[in-house]
C-alpha cells in the first residue's frame, strides 16, 4: 500500500491511523505543518482497510436537517464563555450528567491543538468550550471513544465535518449511544503558523503566553477578538493580549485564506447534508427581532441543525432559547452551507515568502489591518455602541446631505 488517498484531498482525519491493525501508519507534518500519514511499508500488510476506512474515498451516509435553530443558552454566563450562543455546552450537559463523556479539540499544556475528552462539565468548561482555529490532532481518539461506546458509556463526539465523518467510517457501525456534532467549518489553519503566531505575540508583547481565548467577546461578539493570556517576562504579574477582529495577524491571514489546508478549497462536507446528528455555528447576520434580542450582537447568536432523529429526541432537554428557522435562511448564515472557500491566486506566493521570510515580514506583509469605516471601529472596541451610534449618525447627517446635494449639483 502506498497511497490512502489523493494526497491534495487528505482532511487530515487519521481514520486510517486510527484503522491500521499493523500500527504502520504514523503521522508526520508536511512542509506547510499539517499532518499526513505515512505508511511503514515494512509492517504494512495490504489489508487495504486504511483506503476503505478514508472519508474521500468512501462517503458515510448523510441525510438533510429535519429541523434548524437560531437560538442561544439559557444560562448567561454559558453563552458569555462560548463563541457563539453556548449551543455546544448546552447540547454537551446531558450527555455529562448522565454520566457520559465528550470528545473535542483542546488546546494541551503547550497550547497544541489535540483531540481530548472530558467527563465533567467543568473540564467542558474550560477545556473544550471555545472555538480553536488552528487544526486539532485527532491522534487515538476515534480508538478511545469506540472503547467507550463497547462500555455502554454515552458518547458526544465534537468535530470538523470530516473528522466526524472519519469517525463513521471508523466505527463501521452504528451506535445508539453515540451522538456526533459537527461544524460549519470554514477551513482549518496550519499549526505551524499558529505556532509561529504565538512565538511573535510573545516576543512583541514580552510575555509568557500560557492560554489562547480565539472568540473573546469582551466588546463584541461579531467582531471579536483574538485573546492571548500570560504574564510578564521573569514576572508573575498577569498580561493579556488582545487583538480585534480586523487587526490581529493571525486572525487576518486565516480570513484571507492564505493558510488553510489544501483539501479545505476542495472540501467535500460543504453543504447542508450532513452525516451529524448536531451541526452548529454563528447565526451570521442575525436580524433584531423583538426586545429580546436587544444585546446579540454582544452576546452571540447560534446556528443548529438538528440531522437525525436522534437529536430531535435530545432537543427537550438542551436549555436554550430556539427559534425554528429555515433552510434558506441558514445557508444565508454560512457560505460553508453551500460551497467551500475557494483557494486564493496569492496562496503559493504566501507560502514562498513563508518559507524565506521572518515571521515579522510575513507579518507585514500578507497580515496587516484591514482598514474599516469609523462606525465599524466603534462598534468592535466598544461593547454597548447603539445609542452612540445612532447619535454620531445625527451629527454627521448634515454632511452626509451636503456631500449629496455636491454631488447632485455635479
Not at 495490504?46 to 429535519?66: A, F, R, V
Not at 458518547?155 to 460549519?184: E, H, M, W
Request: glycine share 6%; aromatic share 10%.
Amino acid at each position: 500500500m502506498n497511497i490512502i488517498c489523493n494526497t491534495s484531498e487528505c482532511t487530515g482525519c487519521m481514520a486510517c491511523a486510527n484503522i491500521c491493525p499493523y500500527h504502520a501508519i504514523s503521522v508526520v507534518q508536511d512542509e506547510e505543518g499539517f499532518d499526513r500519514p505515512k505508511i511503514d511499508q515494512k509492517l504494512c500488510m495490504d489489508c487495504g482497510l486504511c483506503q476503505k476506512t478514508c472519508p474521500i474515498n468512501y462517503h458515510p451516509s448523510i441525510t438533510e436537517p429535519k429541523k434548524i435553530f437560531s437560538g442561544w443558552s439559557s444560562n448567561e454566563s454559558v453563552r458569555m464563555g462560548s463563541s457563539s450562543g453556548g449551543a455546544f455546552t448546552e447540547i454537551a450537559r446531558p450527555i455529562l450528567e448522565e454520566g457520559g463523556v465528550v470528545f473535542g479539540c483542546v488546546l494541551n499544556e503547550n497550547l497544541k491543538a489535540e483531540h481530548s475528552y472530558v467527563e465533567t462539565l467543568n473540564d467542558l468548561t474550560h477545556k473544550l468550550c471555545g472555538s480553536k482555529y488552528v487544526q486539532s490532532r485527532i491522534g487515538k481518539s476515534y480508538v478511545t471513544a469506540k472503547n467507550f461506546l463497547k462500555q455502554g458509556r454515552k458518547v458526544l463526539f465534537s468535530g470538523t465535518p470530516c473528522q466526524i465523518a472519519g469517525l463513521k467510517n471508523y466505527l463501521r457501525k452504528d451506535y445508539d449511544n453515540l451522538i456526533t456534532v459537527d461544524l460549519i467549518c470554514h477551513g482549518v489553519p496550519s499549526p505551524i503558523v499558529f505556532e509561529d503566531y504565538k512565538k511573535f505575540i510573545s516576543t512583541h508583547e514580552r510575555m509568557e503566553i500560557t492560554d489562547v481565548k480565539f472568540r473573546c467577546k469582551k466588546s463584541s461578539w461579531i467582531f471579536f477578538s483574538m485573546t492571548l493570556i500570560g504574564h510578564a517576562e521573569k514576572s508573575s504579574k498577569i498580561k493579556t493580549y488582545r487583538g480585534s477582529y480586523y487587526e490581529d495577524p493571525y486572525i487576518r491571514g486565516f480570513l484571507r485564506d492564505y493558510f488553510l489546508r489544501p483539501s479545505c478549497h476542495q472540501c467535500h462536507f460543504t453543504s447542508v447534508k450532513r452525516c451529524s446528528d448536531f451541526t452548529i455555528a454563528d447565526w451570521w447576520g442575525y436580524k433584531r427581532r423583538d426586545w429580546k434580542d436587544k444585546d446579540f450582537a454582544c452576546k452571540g447568536v447560534s446556528l443548529i441543525l438538528a440531522n437525525t432523529d436522534r437529536a430531535l429526541r435530545l432537543l427537550p432537554v438542551i436549555k436554550m432559547q430556539l427559534r425554528e428557522r429555515t433552510i434558506d435562511e441558514a445557508k444565508r448564515t454560512n457560505i460553508s452551507l453551500s460551497h467551500p472557500f475557494p483557494m486564493k491566486e496569492n496562496r503559493k506566493t504566501f507560502w514562498y515568502d513563508y518559507r524565506k521570510m521572518d515571521f515579522s515580514d510575513i507579518v507585514k506583509k500578507w497580515m496587516m489591518p484591514e482598514k474599516v469605516s469609523w462606525d465599524v471601529n466603534i462598534r468592535q472596541h466598544h461593547r454597548n455602541t447603539d445609542i452612540l451610534l445612532f447619535l454620531l449618525s445625527i451629527i454627521t447627517l448634515p454632511l452626509k446631505v451636503f456631500r449629496r446635494i455636491n454631488k447632485m449639483c455635479r
